[in-house]
């Protein structure tokens, strides 16, 4: 039986195997990766079935889903060379556009880029997609449902997709959650009390935007009252630059897509 089958058992198809099997995903998943150590783990978690040899992974593949680092998979493709007949390959390497992708595997090989959260091990994640013009609306769909087991999904233009991938990392949350919780530890908090109350700055806030249908300049204003204290943080706080520090990171997080998009 074919199998949707993951090139690397990195972090990425580790949260990947976990959302599926949180959601009881019963079709078959096989992952390769070179290091026995790691796929033992993937075996023992998740019942996947594991394959060290790469050609024969390969074979197995109905989906094949490319979950290597961006400077990997250049070698990753050459050592798998032409495939000759149809499959569907998705790559999860951030960066690397599609053009890079095209003709790595040969033209029976039709290519779609994916960019999961690791949010995903819990059902919370939000996926990316951008598809080759050549992917044929079935495709497109067992493509997306696969990861419809994990959280929504989004197809955007590729001409978008690194934009979005930078914009839409779960890591600008914690890193928040982080700050938020130690400056509020220097306050005089204790750390369960500092994270419970920056949890809920974040969290529970966004959850509230989420669910009702109230502007976000509106509930920003309600929770600013003028002359209150959330209002003078608000202000202190973009008097500091945190709008320019944001706008610092995700331009380097697009300097890294074009990093990347030249090592492939």
């Given at each position: 039986m074919?199998?949707t ?17 949180r ?15 790691k ?6 978690l998740?019942?996947v079935?594991t ?6 992974a390969v ?7 490319i979950?290597?680092r ?7 493709l ?17 960066g690397?556009?599609?053009?890079n992708l095209?003709?790595?595997?040969g ?7 994916a960019?999961?959260?690791p949010?995903c091990?819990s059902?919370c994640?939000?996926?990316g ?6 992917v ?7 493509v997306k ?5 994990v959280?929504p999904?989004?197809?955007?233009p590729?001409?978008?997709?690194d934009?979005?991938t ?6 600008h ?9 130690s ?6 908090l204790d750390r369960?009390t500092?994270l419970?109350?920056?949890?809920h ?5 966004i959850r509230?935007?989420r ?5 976000l300049e509106?509930l920003?204003?309600?929770a ?9 943080t608000?202000k202190a706080?973009r ?11 995700l331009?380097?997080?697009?300097k890294?897509a ?7």
């Amino acid at each position: 039986m074919k199998a949707t089958v993951f090139l690397g058992a990195g972090r990425i198809t580790g949260a990947l195997l976990a959302g599926l099997h949180r959601a009881k995903y019963r079709r078959r998943l096989l992952v390769h990766d070179r290091h026995p150590r790691k796929l033992r783990q993937l075996e023992t978690l998740y019942g996947v079935s594991t394959e060290r040899d790469l050609r024969r992974a390969v074979e197995q593949a109905r989906l094949l889903v490319i979950a290597v680092r961006p400077g990997s998979v250049g070698a990753l493709l050459r050592e798998i060379g032409m495939v000759d007949r149809p499959l569907t390959a998705v790559s999860l390497a951030a960066g690397i556009p599609l053009a890079n992708l095209r003709s790595a595997l040969g033209p029976q090989v039709r290519w779609a880029r994916a960019m999961p959260s690791p949010a995903c091990r819990s059902g919370c994640g939000l996926t990316g997609f951008a598809f080759d013009r050549n992917v044929p609306a079935a495709a497109k769909r067992e493509v997306k449902t696969l990861f419809a087991n994990v959280g929504p999904v989004l197809e955007i233009p590729e001409s978008k997709f690194d934009a979005f991938t930078v914009t839409y990392s779960c890591s600008h949350g914690y890193h928040a959650l982080a700050t938020l919780a130690s400056e509020g530890g220097k306050l005089g908090l204790d750390r369960r009390t500092a994270l419970t109350a920056a949890a809920h700055a974040l969290a529970d806030g966004i959850r509230a935007w989420r669910a009702g249908s109230i502007r976000l300049e509106t509930l920003l204003r309600e929770a600013a009252t003028p002359g209150g204290i959330a209002a003078a943080t608000q202000k202190a706080a973009r008097r500091a630059g945190y709008p320019r520090a944001v706008a610092a990171g995700l331009a380097a997080g697009m300097k890294q897509a074009r990093r990347n998009a030249r090592r492939a």
